[in-house]
């Protein structure tokens, strides 16, 4: 038998305690399976009393996790603390350049640095792994770097935030607001105290910022998303949105999608419109979905538990395995000095079906305006319902457009909300016929 493959864990909290349970559990299957023993040396954490549900009694620990990076023996370091920043990207950053393998399921420091630290982990002869850090645990990582590698990845896309996906299936099912299932959200343990993350979508873009590096071979650059106004959250999709797309046989989702579009590289995370009976209708509650479309391979979907203990851990453990056996394979899929630096569309050029609802006074002439503006845009409309009758009052319009380009419905919307019967902001979404 091979010598031990012996690791240090930095975090005990959901992840990082399921970690060790699964490591604990499955000792002989896992040692079978990676030709070696996976050996826990030392553990760290904030607070040594909290009581994990784990026996750590066998382990070393360490009070200031960034120890862990030079601690002697240790083959790997599991860096399961989160943020982009502080002591977790510290830790990863120093056992990196200490030629130590890091397994991490930390999302936001590789979107934020995935370039660098791949870079690093390179020129030290050791790895990055991230599996659990997108989709939990389905192995998407594997599949893209592995999997899909003998093909140009045309899109990629997915419902990556299982508390939003949950927070929409239930206001889809209980007709309830945003925020009344939030709140049960939160009492369930699916969404954090501080959700903003999940809710708002950024949680969702570095998920799909990972995805996009490897499908294109570009540097992740998460700030190409965030600055240009492409993250959009759920937190203006309310309860009639989702009744109405419901009516026309959509679901309301939220999509992150990369797109390679003559050669540049379209990107978002948008709430969006797709048919109740495509595959990515049918993902709900806190599942994940990942669509890969490749030239050869054609349409993949991988569905699974995109959070949580098991499956996060699941995944950890699963690259745990993987470099014990002596994998290796570049952290975005090649080298890091070969990805390339994006280029992305112009998202006004960009077309597609939309959905748009807003409210205006119910009176004569106010439907011809708002057909005459988007006439004017270039807009053709697919159907157009107003929904109920109120005289002198504000009534909800719901208009599905066919095929425009984004640039010409921005500006309509903006039209429209400028018009003196119009009582509130519209809502636009892309429908996406995946
Ligand atoms: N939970 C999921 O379903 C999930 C899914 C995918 C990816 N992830 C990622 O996995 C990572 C861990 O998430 P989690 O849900 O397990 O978080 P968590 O339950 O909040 O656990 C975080 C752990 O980090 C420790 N910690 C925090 N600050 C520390 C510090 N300054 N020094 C040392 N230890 C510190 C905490 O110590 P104490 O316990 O002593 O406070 C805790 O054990 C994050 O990157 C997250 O994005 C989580």
Redesign the pocket.
């Known amino acids: 038998m091979n010598k031990p493959f012996k690791i240090g864990i ?9 970690v060790v349970k699964i490591l604990t559990k499955h000792a002989d299957v896992i040692s079978s399976r990676a030709g070696r023993d996976i050996e826990i040396i030392a553990v ?5 009393d ?1 009581d ?1 549900g784990v026996d750590l009694s066998g382990f070393y620990w360490v009070d ?3 120890d862990l990076a030079n601690y002697d023996g240790l083959d790997a370091v599991i ?5 982009d920043s ?3 990207a510290e830790l990863v950053s120093s056992a990196l350049d200490n030629s130590r393998h890091v397994v ?6 590789v979107a934020h640095h995935g370039y660098a630290l791949a870079k690093k982990a390179e020129d030290n002869g050791v790895s990055l792994a991230y599996e ?2 997108v989709a ?1 645990g389905i192995p998407i990582i594997k599949s893209m770097r592995e999997g899909f590698a003998a093909n140009e990845i045309n899109a990629v896309y997915g419902i990556l935030n ?1 508390t939003c996906n949950y927070i929409l299936t239930v206001m889809r099912e209980s007709g309830r607001g945003f925020d009344e299932v939030l709140k049960d959200a939160q009492d369930l343990g699916y969404a954090e105290a501080d959700p903003a993350f999940d809710i708002e979508g950024v ?1 969702a873009a570095h998920k799909l910022c990972i995805l996009t590096s490897i499908a294109f071979g570009v540097k992740p650059d998460f700030d190409a998303l965030q600055n240009d106004g492409k993250i959009q959250g759920i937190t203006k999709v309310n309860a009639s949105d989702i009744a109405y797309a419901t009516e026309f046989g959509y679901r309301i989702k939220l999509l992150g999608i990369a797109r390679s579009i003559d050669g540049k590289i379209m990107q978002m995370v948008e709430p969006c419109l797709v048919p109740v009976s495509s595959p990515m209708g049918g993902v709900e509650d806190v599942y994940n979905a990942v669509y890969v479309d490749g030239d050869f391979v054609e349409t993949s979907l991988l569905t699974g538990k ?4 098991g ?2 851990a699941s ?2 453990v699963a690259d745990i395995i993987d470099l014990a056996r002596g994998f290796d394979i570049p952290t975005f899929g090649i080298e890091a000095d070969k990805l390339k630096d994006a280029s992305w569309v112009n998202m006004g050029e960009t077309s597609s079906r939309y959905y748009l609802r807003f409210s205006v006074i119910d009176k004569a002439g106010v439907i011809a305006d708002i057909s005459s503006i988007l006439k004017g845009q270039n807009i053709s409309i697919e159907s157009l319902s107003q929904r109920g009758h109120d005289e002198g009052r504000s009534v909800p319009i719901v208009i599905i457009s066919h095929e425009s380009k984004h640039a010409e419905m921005i500006k309509a919307v903006s039209l429209i909300k400028e018009l003196e019967s119009c009582t509130d902001n519209p809502c636009l979404m892309r429908i996406e016929e995946l």
């Open positions: 930095a975090g005990l909290g959901t992840v990082g305690a399921g760290s954490a904030r607070n040594k909290v994990r200031d996790a960034r860096e399961l603390i989160g943020g502080g002591i977790a991490t399921a930390n999302k936001a420091l659990a850090a939990g299982g949680d995109g959070a949580g203990e499956p996060t995944s950890v």
